[in-house]
Nanobody, 122 residues
Framework: QVQLVESGGGLVQAGGSLRLSCAASGRTFSRYAMGWFRQAPGKEREFVAAISWHGGNTYYADSVKGRFTTSRDNAKNTVYLQMNSLKPEDTAVYYC???????????????WGQGTQVTVSS
């Protein structure tokens, strides 16, 4: 069982940066691949990024590639999403999720955080 808690969301102007954190409970965190998803108002939740259990492999949606970076610190049971050059269309609730292997579909993830709001003003 893994419990996830996101933090770091907020209001930022276009072009600015935020770093989201996802803290996990449980001693098996390092065995899980982690994913980031987001859901904008009136839209379905979509894949943003994923990172393998060891951090050596990362994957990004085309819409964030080159602007967002995910990383993890297994000693701290935490995964991060660094978001740079933010755009108004990045406004959404951001979620972290965990499963044993990398995946890109929402339905494949077993554990979810409660989400953190990111709002980018123009």
């Amino acid at each position: 069982q893994v419990q996830l808690v996101e933090s770091g969301g907020g209001l930022v102007q276009a072009g600015g940066s935020l770093r989201l954190s996802c803290a996990a409970s449980g001693r098996t965190f390092s065995r899980y691949a982690m994913g980031w998803f987001r859901q904008a108002p009136g839209k379905e939740r979509e894949f943003v990024a994923a990172i393998s259990w060891h951090g050596g492999n990362t994957y990004y949606a085309d819409s964030v590639k080159g602007r967002f970076t995910t990383s993890r610190d297994n000693a701290k049971n935490t995964v991060y999403l660094q978001m740079n050059s933010l755009k108004p269309e990045d406004t959404a609730v951001y979620y972290c999720a965990a499963r044993f292997n990398i995946a890109f579909e929402e339905a494949e993830y077993d554990y979810w955080g409660q989400g953190t709001q990111v709002t980018v003003s123009s």
